[in-house]
């Protein structure tokens, strides 16, 4: 089971997150997140994990998703940290490549 709960202030939006990020649970959170995109309205957005027990691949997809628009995320327990530190490195190698990529793909149409 996954509890996601969301509060609103003025600068900032905050859902806090806790049980397992699984399967249909992981992939409901990713279904609220677009859903609740345009409420946001440019403001910053924070995830906690302090509560999360447990994540999946679907989880980790569903905040790798979150990552790439913004979101700052935090964890607390020894297990949601180092999942959450893999996901941010995988995330800035990923970002790494791209820009590699694009530099290439620039040069050779030059």
Known sequence: MLRITITDFPDEQRWYLEGRLIGPWAAEFSSLWRGKRRQRDGRKCIVELNNVTFIDGTGEAALAEIISQGAELIAGGVYTKQRLGDLLNESKR??????KECDTANRHSS
């Open 94 to 99: 990923h970002r790494k490549k791209k820009r």
